[in-house]
Every structure is written in structure tokens, then in C-alpha cells.
């Protein structure tokens, strides 16, 4: 039983890293006003490190899925 909580809390925290850095994008997109060439190169860093984040969360959820569905597997055939 202690193993099941453990992809539970890799597919929460792959959910909140994807959240979070869904928001952080989000207002790192919003426009300068008067916009300088180091603002827009510093949105473009902030924007790739948001987006690799993203897809770390992502593959860490995935992961989460996956192990999930082999333990359920793996209980129901124990059922049997």
C-alpha cells in the first residue's frame, strides 16, 4: 500500500510544475511598453525555462500514469 502513494505524489507534482509554469508563461508573455533588445531576450530565456518545465511536469505525470496503471494491473491479477 505505501508503493501506490508514491506515483500519486509524482502525477501531483508533475500537475502543479505544469500549472505553475502555465501562469508563469502567461504573464512572462505579456508585452513591454516600451520594450528594449535585452527585455525581449530576457523574455525569450524566462519563456524556454518556462516551457522545458512544462514538459518536465508533463513527462513526470505521464510516468505517474504509467506506474499507476501497473500497480492496478498488477493488484487485479493478484485478485484472481
Known amino acids: 500500500m505505501k508503493n501506490f502513494y508514491i506515483p ?6 508533475g500537475l502543479v510544475a505544469m500549472v ?19 527585455q525581449l531576450a530576457y523574455q525569450a530565456e524566462e519563456a524556454t525555462k518556462y516551457t522545458v518545465i512544462f514538459w518536465f ?4 505525470s505521464a510516468l505517474a500514469v504509467y506506474l499507476i496503471r501497473v500497480q492496478l494491473r498488477a493488484r ?5
Open 8 to 13: 500519486i505524489i509524482l502525477l501531483l507534482s
Open 20 to 38: 505553475f509554469s502555465f501562469v508563469y508563461y502567461a504573464a512572462n508573455a505579456l508585452p513591454y511598453q516600451d520594450v528594449t533588445i535585452e
Open 57 to 60: 511536469g508533463f513527462i513526470l
Open 76 to 80: 487485479k491479477k493478484h485478485k484472481r
